[in-house]
């Protein structure tokens, strides 16, 4: 938290006494990286190779990238204005809470989620309502839906959970959707859809078709390994992405990522995405029963990573998390929730259960 008083101009108080968003740390030493949720695989030879070949990067990019749009629109059985663009998924979260919500407004979510949620409405000045997950860290829907007031604008699903991994079930999003007003804007925050395997789990695609007042977001920087090129999507009413695109910074989407996602979503390599995903989710599933072995149980793992939850097994998840960081591998500690671990390189899964066995003796 920053110090009013070190502050040589006037800024806005608010503003100064939230924490700006904190990246997953990065190493110092060799060692894995599992804080940040990231594809450990390198980026595709092909995808590589339709970047290396730009050779007009002194030119803003053309800010439509229709071929995109219709790509990702024909994936969804939908026309590419129901599209949206985005410098990373998180740029509409944040425009998505800002034309929506405005000062005395609210928006929801729950809590332990993404950590960029909290302050997604300080631009705007709306505020963050918070409700806390189950016992199983899941979303409580219906707790969220009792949470729902005339002053709550934007409702946020993340599924799956990040950091906790359980994704929500359709029949639960059905109901949950039921209860909330037509007039409230629901975005269904999918980041690491593509690693799935819940068929109960609640799939944009199948449920955009119904309500008119949800979006739903993708972004290529996990299962597609983007990260670094930062490009993700919406999906939704063009009114909604329309009203999006006002609030957004123009001209952020770079001609790079378009190119590079494109080349992404050819078939090639898609068939190359999907093999990676799946043995993504195979070392996911080996650190669960591994862990499980050790006696440490955690939530169903649904996304790239893994949620050791404070107190499971008796782990002080502050000790863990250094204990982690003294073997050179990072993880990201959220203090007195749990420790989530991303699912990395092969051998980091045999790692990372060495040390969670070592530090439980
Ligand atoms: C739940 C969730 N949503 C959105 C994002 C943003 O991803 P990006 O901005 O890279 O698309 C993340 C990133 O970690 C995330 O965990």
New binding site residues.
């Given amino acids: 938290m920053s110090d009013h008083n070190d502050v040589p101009v006037r800024m806005r108080a608010d503003v100064l006494s939230v924490p700006a968003y904190r990246q997953g740390a990065a190493p110092t030493r060799p060692g894995y990286k599992l804080s940040?949720?990231e594809n450990p695989f390198d980026p595709l030879p092909s995808v590589l190779a339709a970047i290396s070949g730009r050779d007009d990067i002194n030119r803003y990019a053309a800010a439509a990238m229709p071929d995109l749009r219709e790509s990702i629109a024909a994936k969804f059985g939908v026309t590419a204005d129901r599209v949206h663009l985005a410098a990373?998924?998180?740029?509409i979260?944040y425009q998505l809470v800002h034309a929506a919500a405005t000062t005395g407004d609210e928006y929801l979510h729950a809590w332990p989620?993404?950590e960029?949620y909290p302050s997604l409405g300080l631009a705007s000045g709306a505020s963050a309502v918070r409700v806390p997950l189950t016992g199983a860290a899941e979303h409580d829907l219906d707790a969220m839906a009792e949470a729902i007031t005339e002053r709550i604008r934007v409702i946020l699903v993340?599924s799956p959970?990040?950091p906790t991994g359980p994704a929500v079930r359709r029949a639960d999003f059905d109901r949950f959707m039921a209860r909330v007003p037509a007039t409230t804007l629901v975005v269904l925050?999918e980041?690491?859809r593509e690693f799935v395997t819940d068929p109960e789990a609640v799939r944009g695609e199948d449920v955009l078709g119904q309500h008119p007042n949800l979006v739903v977001?993708r972004?290529?920087?996990?299962a597609y390994g983007l990260?670094g090129l930062?490009?993700?999507y919406a999906v939704g009413h063009p009114a909604i992405l329309s009203a999006a695109a006002t609030t957004a910074i123009p001209l952020s989407v770079t001609g790079l990522a378009d190119v590079a996602a494109r080349a992404s979503m050819m078939p090639e390599a898609q068939a190359e995405h999907d093999r990676r995903i799946h043995e993504i989710v195979t070392r996911r599933d080996a650190l669960v029963a591994g862990l499980a072995d050790l006696g440490v149980r955690v939530p169903q793992a649904q996304g790239n990573f893994v949620w050791i939850p404070e107190g499971e097994h008796g782990i002080d998840t502050a000790a863990l998390a250094a204990a982690f960081s003294e073997s050179g591998t990072l993880v990201r500690p959220f203090p007195g929730d749990g420790v989530r671990i991303s699912v990395g390189e092969r051998e980091s899964i045999d790692e990372v259960l060495r040390i969670v066995g070592a530090f439980l003796g």
Avoid at 88 to 91: F, N
Avoid at 219 to 222: A, I
């Fill in positions: 940040s949720n990373g998924s998180v740029a979260l989620s993404f960029a993340c959970n990040n925050d980041a690491y977001l972004t290529f920087s996990k990260a930062r490009i993700g």
